[in-house]
């Protein structure tokens, strides 16, 4: 199946401002946490290429240590230092919680259903934040949540 550029996409190209909160709000918690799953990695891509500090470090080698990251046992994890902190503000538990309870038809090949569904409900949170400008947020939810996963030895 073929994809077709329509004109509106041409129009909105380059418009990747805020949305208002109450609009990201609409948004069904699978698509928030398919756009959250790629802010996330971009987001570990980044802050791997800028803590190796070795110049030319090896592309398999950063994605093996994103891949340890961008998946859905650590992100579980990442969200009980959430839980366990008491970090995450009303409206973003009420998106996590959204993306945790939504049905999808898919699953983690490599990971237990509740792992599974605790990460969509990380993603659609990280998703949620970068639809309406967050991103101070995000890389502060990022950084507790390493923080976290650092002193309980993970």
Same mark, same amino acid.
């Not at 994809?3 to 699978?30: K, W, Y």
């Not at 994103?66 to 992100?75: C, E, F, H, P």
């Not at 993603?123 to 890389?139: F, H, N, P």
């Given at each position: 199946?073929?994809?077709?550029?329509? &004109?509106?996409?041409?129009?909105?190209?380059?418009?990747?401002?805020?949305?208002?909160?109450?609009?990201?709000?609409?948004?069904?918690?699978?698509?928030?946490?398919?756009?959250?799953? /790629? *802010?996330?990695? *971009?987001?570990?891509?980044?802050?791997?290429?800028? &803590?190796?500090?070795?110049?030319?470090?090896?592309?398999?080698?950063?994605?093996?240590? /994103?891949?340890?990251?961008?998946?859905?046992?650590?992100?579980?994890?990442?969200?009980?230092?959430?839980? &366990?902190?008491?970090?995450?503000?009303?409206?973003? #538990?009420?998106?996590?919680?959204?993306?945790?309870?939504?049905?999808?038809?898919?699953?983690?090949?490599?990971?237990?259903? #509740?792992?599974?569904?605790? /990460?969509?409900?990380?993603?659609?949170?990280?998703?949620?934040?970068?639809?309406?400008?967050?991103?101070?947020?995000?890389?502060?939810?990022?950084?507790?949540?390493?923080?976290?996963?650092?002193?309980?030895?993970?």
């Amino acid at each position: 199946m073929k994809f077709s550029i329509t &004109d509106e996409m041409i129009v909105r190209t380059g418009d990747c401002g805020a949305m208002d909160a109450f609009d990201a709000r609409q948004i069904s918690p699978l698509t928030l946490a398919w756009i959250g799953d /790629a *802010v996330y990695e *971009v987001v570990v891509r980044n802050m791997l290429v800028r &803590d190796t500090g070795i110049p030319g470090e090896a592309v398999n080698r950063l994605n093996r240590k /994103a891949r340890s990251l961008v998946n859905a046992g650590t992100q579980s994890a990442i969200i009980g230092v959430y839980e &366990d902190r008491d970090i995450l503000t009303e409206d973003e #538990q009420k998106v996590y919680h959204r993306g945790r309870n939504a049905k999808s038809n898919t699953h983690a090949k490599n990971a237990s259903i #509740q792992d599974y569904r605790r /990460a969509t409900g990380f993603e659609a949170v990280m998703g949620y934040l970068w639809l309406t400008g967050q991103t101070d947020r995000i890389i502060e939810l990022v950084r507790a949540g390493f923080e976290g996963l650092k002193e309980n030895g993970i």
